[in-house]
């Protein structure tokens, strides 16, 4: 099916205007490719309207093929329904793990804390799980095999308390990932047992544990289990056999939350942190996606950068993209106003900024909540190309960020400004041309 989908893509390769009916083509091998992965058909259909939309409204940017253009598309509706991967700091914090008998909890557990273990925390896991025979031996094997600390008691069969001990025995650790049992189906004592166990042990995320091959059974679990304790993440298990996962999506989407990890084999270091790029090529069945695959890596090397201190003389080299805009209005905030930034970059002497229109400068602090605000609800691509933002993007930006649409539209104007300033610096060339040209 996949190798449909890229006959498809590779037939309007070179084409730099698509046809109604080619995005009409392109959005049936999609639909098709999403299907045959389990994601729900209201789900698909959902997508492939705000895609098909999309692509017919927007104009892809000078120079950019239109099949990358439509790829792209593809991809950021994905991302916008699959999202970004479970927020989970690398600090102290329990864990409650919730699902049906045989989804994987219990091997889940032992992965997340060997991986947890990886990034030089020191995890410990608690098995709660009194309804399964063997549960306890289970767990306690795979912990060990998982090199953490671990508590149970095959003793006790009052679930709430050994998650109340396990808490206290395993203080030494900073994070805990509490398993728990599941049922053949949901039944309301499974309910009353996770919701007393999350009274006690509260959470600070508690996750979903799915199998791969999970349908439109997702929904209901996601619903009861989100009631009960609060869904903040899914795990989904066994993408190492056919199932490509895409039930979970349902229950992403009914607990409007997010994947945190994929199991990927029945030992623990086969646990993958959930990216959206991988997940959505084995989705759509495309092993190489590799025009997405580059633009997801500037996307992700981008954030990067964001992390790093922001260096003025960036600036001068490469695209300006939002991303900068974002960086150097919160240089100001540290540094002082464009005028004297512009001071610190070598080579730029005073002569230079004069010719800047005045707006360039009028970043005031109240304009800068706003932009930020609003570039949060961005994707990263539209960040890093920000003239390919149509009139539903700019829509749907302003609903995101609670803000109004002439005001989205008014950081892009500031956007331009800045970027033809930019242009201007970068036209001058190298450093020392710039200072020929000063003196
Ligand atoms: P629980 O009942 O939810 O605790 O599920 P378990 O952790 O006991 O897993 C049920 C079965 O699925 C076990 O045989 C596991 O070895 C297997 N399993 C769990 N995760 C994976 C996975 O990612 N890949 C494969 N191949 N098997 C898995
Ligand atoms: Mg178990």
Redesign the pocket.
Known sequence: LGSSLRGTLDKLRGKSRLSEEDIEEIVKEIQRSLLSADVDVSLVMELSDNIKDRALEEEPPAGTPARDFVLRIVYEELVDLIGESTELPLEEQTIL?A?????????????MAWWFSTKGLRPAVIQT?TF?PG?YD??AE?AERAEVDFYGNPDNDDPVDIARKGLEETSDADVHIV?T??RHALEDDLIDEIEQIEDVVEPDTSLL?L??AIGQGAKDQAQQFDESIGIDGVVI?????TAKGGGALTAVDQTDSSIAF?????EVQ??ERFEPDGFISRLLGMGDLSQLAERVERAMEQTEMEEEDWDPEDMLQGQFTLNDMQKQMEAMNNMGPLDQVMDMIPGLGGGIKDQLPDDAMDVTQERMRTFTVIMDSMTEAEKEYPKAIGASQIRRIARGSGTEEEQVRELLQQYKMMERTMKQFQGMGSEQEMQRMMQ
């Open positions: 793990l699902g049906l008998q045989g989804s994987g909890k219990t091997t889940s557990a032992a992965k799980d399964r549960a289970q767990a795979m398993d049992a599941g544990v199998d791969a298990t066994k993408l190492d056999g994929l199991g990927t084999g029945e086969d646990v």
